[in-house]
């Protein structure tokens, strides 16, 4: 992601934040930086603490929790959640359906099933049943390219 773009992100936070009487503060800044640094990860709270801890960042655990799932209340990042008690985040965009996902049931994986595949699923969807579809969340479960690898 760009200057532009990481800029554009710091600016919706900061108007949201402010908009719903929040603090703009220099740790909700960070998180949300990690997010715009790699906009296609789908990140743990552990991972997004581990990326501060390198950046040298002395934010504790805690506060990287309270600050994810503020920032996920706000609508600024998406929740996903790929099974009992695994959940991870990514930085929400304005896709009307939120993204679709492959997740891998060995290692965790979790991949955005590209726009033009669930296009085609909704149309498909539509033409055999004559449903007309509003909103979905689509998770296939299996295994990633590398671990059907690493078990030959």
Known sequence: MGGAEKKMVNDILRKELKDRNFRITAQ???????FAESPEDHLSVEEVYRK?????????????YRTVELLSDLGLLRKIEID????RFELAD?????????ICTDCGETMTIPDRLVEKIEAMVKQETGFEPEDHNIKFYGKCANCIKNQK
């Open 94 to 102: 304005s896709n009307k359906h939120g993204k679709h996902h492959l």
């Open 84 to 87: 009992e008690g695994i959940v």
């Open 52 to 64: 501060l801890l390198d950046k040298r960042s002395r934010i504790s655990k805690a506060t990287v």
């Open 28 to 34: 909700r800044e960070l998180i949300m930086r990690i």
